[in-house]
């Protein structure tokens, strides 16, 4: 059971860590007028386009103690990112993000902008008409976005393999439990972890498909 | 003097670029209108009062304020300008009530024992509770425009908040706001191409013309065209065209009341419902009756 917990626990922290950096990046995006907010753009879906391997061998080498960072994080902070839980927290969120930036953004840009000048009118400020105005309309965007990025992060393989590796109770997550268990020829255990995470991923997309079967769409 | 408006905007028209180019001063507590076609640059003016849009350059001064100071780089930004703009689709909050809506306006919870006043007051008593979609056109325009006053605005900005209502509900809300501006003799800009709203509503007209002031004046000077040497002369829209043997029976909207006139084939061609017409006649002995009090 240990490896499910674990994905669970790092799919609910990469989902709160994304949804709290994922809304002020949107929002930029979205409403920004940058002349350079495209490369960003560009960033944030690197991971869609990329095989997972490529990002997980970059974080390696980027926090590898043997290199400026991850030296720099060890020796003053005593964080260890490779083979560890945080390292995992890390690589799925970059890895998650264009699950949750990209609805998010596309619910802020389909918004009424008349919605929003009214709410700027009545003296409130930006931060105040997104909390207030904005976010409680584009609830379909968000509960998209979270639901992705949750669902992504318990389907990840690559990106977590190559910087977590393979410790139990650490950085074993049901993915890499299940490659572990086939190469070990134990088709028993490895059929298990897969039927259990078939069912519950079913089962949160299909409540998130009714909700949003019920959401109105209000403009 | 009030309001002090001196701007240069460069506007994208279908016509190509042209220039709102104003110098113009409001008095305190007036209700002006400018009127002019779509395109003229009318709703551009109200956007840039609210700070809502920037010219290239110029200078407003509400009140002693400066708002906009483009030699001085000074551009207040629209929640420190407080103005009460109502524009011309419905723009409530569609997830909060109409009492939502009104408390969300409050700046402060003291002002909002105003909010019951003001619904008996625009006769909304009994919709507190309904969210937005659930009421009518000019429900909602009404409470639009209470949401704007709410908040004690120094300007009130008008952009043609009535041109999507049927014809009932337009001539009603036309009341209430005559109404609301007696009652709080708030500043008032409408902008409209509606002649006979402009001509109902504002004390002074400002005539807007690819950006430029033609004509300004009070809404007689502005619009009796010299033209025409009637002794009465009114502005109204068509509501109905009716087929009466040879002659054509038209019911116009003039001011709040509809009347019946006849009109020759000549007359009616390229008019249609919703025309706006000048009624004139030439009066030799016109009957005059002790109005009901």
């Known amino acids: 059971m240990q490896p499910l917990i674990l994905t669970f626990q790092l799919a609910l922290t990469v989902t709160v860590i994304l949804f709290i950096i994922g809304v002020p990046l949107a929002y930029w995006i979205a409403f920004s007028k940058n002349r350079f907010k495209y490369i960003v753009e560009t960033l944030v879906s690197m991971p869609l386009v990329l095989p997972p391997t490529v990002i997980g061998f970059y974080l390696l080498i980027v ?15 005593g964080i260890r990112v490779v083979f560890s839980f945080t390292g995992l927290v890390i690589g799925s969120v970059i890895f998650s993000l264009p699950f949750m930036v990209n609805p998010i953004k596309a619910g802020l840009q389909s918004f009424p902008l008349a919605l929003m000048e009214a709410s700027y009118c009545l003296g409130k400020s930006p931060w105040e008409t997104l909390r207030r105005v904005i976010l409680p309309n584009i609830k379909p965007a968000l509960l998209t976005g979270i639901v ?72 | 003097m009030m309001i ?29 209108a400018f009127f002019g076609e779509s395109g003229a640059g009318k709703t551009t003016l109200l956007r840039i009062l609210a700070g809502l849009d920037q010219p290239q350059e110029g200078y407003i001064e509400v009140d002693g304020e400066i708002w906009f100071d483009s030699l001085h780089t000074i551009d207040r930004p629209t929640q420190q300008r407080k103005t009460g703009f109502i524009f011309q ?33 625009m006769g909304l008593k009994g919709l507190e509770d309904q969210r937005p979609d659930k009421i009518s056109g000019g429900q909602k325009q009404r409470v639009v425009l209470i949401r ?24 009603n809300l036309q009341d209430e706001i005559i109404k609301v501006y007696q009652k709080t003799k708030i500043t008032t800009i409408l902008v409209s191409h509606d002649l ?52 054509n029976i038209l019911t116009l909207s003039i001011g709040n009341n509809l009347t019946k006139v006849v009109a020759t084939d000549e007359e009616i061609e390229g008019l249609s419902i919703g025309s706006k017409v000048i009624v004139s006649a030439k009066a030799f002995n016109p009957l005059i009756l002790k109005a009901n009090p």
């Open chain 1, 63 to 77: 926090f590898s103690p043997q290199y400026f960072l991850g030296h720099f994080l060890q020796s003053f902070f």
């Open chain 1, 148 to 219: 992705m990025a949750f669902a992504h992060t318990i389907g990840e393989f690559g990106v977590v393999l190559m910087i977590g590796g393979n410790i139990p109770g650490e950085t074993r997550l049901a993915s890499i439990a299940i490659y572990n268990e086939v190469e070990a020829l134990n088709y028993d255990t490895a059929g298990l972890y897969a039927l259990i995470l078939v069912l519950i991923s079913f089962s949160i997309l299909l409540i998130f498909y009714y909700l949003n079967r019920k959401s109105v769409k209000i403009f």
């Open chain 2, 4 to 32: 002090k408006i001196q701007l240069k905007k460069e506007m994208h028209t279908p016509l190509g670029k042209e220039w709102l180019d104003l110098d113009l001063n409001i008095a305190k507590g007036e209700f002006v």
């Open chain 2, 89 to 121: 689709e419905n723009n409530l909050f569609p997830h909060m009530t109409v009492r939502e809506n009104l408390e969300y306006a409050c700046g402060d919870k003291k002002d909002r024992h105003h909010i019951e006043e003001w619904i008996a007051v």
């Open chain 2, 148 to 171: 704007a006053l709410i908040n004690q605005p120094k300007i009130l900005l008008l952009d043609e908040p009535l041109s999507n209502l049927d014809i009932r509900s337009r001539l």
């Open chain 2, 196 to 247: 006979s709203e402009v001509f109902k509503l504002s004390k002074k007209i400002f005539v807007l013309d690819h950006g430029k002031i033609i004509r300004s004046g009070s809404p007689l000077d502005v619009f009796v065209n010299n033209d025409l040497s009637g002794k009465f002369k009114f502005s109204g829209e068509i509501m109905e065209i009716q087929k009466d043997g040879v002659l």
